[in-house]
């Protein structure tokens, strides 16, 4: 069993200041874990996974997250926001029994 | 190579009657995931197959969906007895010859309206 909890349902910040979003997850395995963005209207699109390899993972648009297992976090970080990064983030874990994704948080930046 | 495929697009259908969405995956992926999405939330896990075999189906799952998929190619959901309940985003996503631990590529999803 899986689970992926992501600690804040909306974060706001303004824009060129940094971003965090927060991710703790636990599985019975080792899993992958993947970062993926929803603007509105669209579909799904994958940011960045952790597949353990390094521990720090680059993604696309600047972002990067950061596996720490003692604590079981996956969090989601950007240096600074633009206006277009707005939109719904789910933190996802996959293992071998299935892919679960978290309720998502809403990421709002203001001008 | 297309990417993931979901058909129709739009459905809307009247309160108990039956449904059947298509998902095409992305060739040679052995793995297809069905989720559920409604306003507001993630989406949340319905089933998935590696190759043509399902292998997990959530307890959220009740007797009126079932998902199949032939040949491990192409899948199918099917929903019996809609109820306005079902109303929602319906996704697909498949994964690589590499095993679970790829990322899962998604179409742009089925959306179902009860009416």
């Known amino acids: 069993a899986q689970s992926v909890t992501q600690l804040d349902s909306h974060v706001s910040v303004s824009e060129g200041t940094p971003v965090l979003l927060r991710c703790n997850y636990s599985?019975?395995?080792?899993?992958?874990l993947f970062w993926y963005v929803q603007h509105p209207n669209k579909g799904l699109q994958l940011l960045l996974k952790?597949?353990?390899?390094?521990?720090l993972v680059k993604g696309i648009n600047g972002f990067e997250a950061e596996f720490k297992k003692s604590e079981t976090s996956f969090h989601l970080t950007k240096p600074s926001a633009h206006m277009s990064d707005a939109a719904e983030y789910f933190c996802?874990?996959?293992?071998?029994?299935?892919?679960?994704f978290g309720a998502g948080t809403r990421l709002t930046v203001k001008p | 190579d297309t990417g993931v495929s979901q058909d129709p697009r739009h459905k809307i259908t009247k309160r108990g009657q039956n449904v059947t969405f298509r998902c095409d995956p992305i060739?040679?992926?052995?793995?297809l995931y069905w989720y559920r999405q409604t306003l507001g939330q993630g989406p949340e896990f319905l089933t998935y197959?590696?190759?043509?075999?399902?292998?997990?189906k959530s307890r959220l799952l009740s007797d009126r969906f079932s998902a199949e998929r032939p040949k491990g190619s192409f899948s199918t959901l099917e929903i019996q007895r809609t109820e306005q309940g079902d109303s929602a985003m319906y996704l697909c996503?498949?994964?690589?010859?590499?095993?679970?631990?790829?990322?899962?590529?998604f179409g742009q999803g089925t959306r179902l309206t009860v009416v």
């Open positions: 996503a498949s994964s690589g010859i590499q095993g679970w631990g790829t990322e899962a590529f």
């Open positions: 599985s019975s395995y080792s899993p992958s």
């Open positions: 952790y597949t353990s390899a390094a521990t």
């Open positions: 996802v874990v996959s293992d071998p029994s299935d892919m679960r």
């Open positions: 060739s040679e992926h052995n793995r």
């Open positions: 197959f590696q190759n043509e075999a399902q292998l997990e």
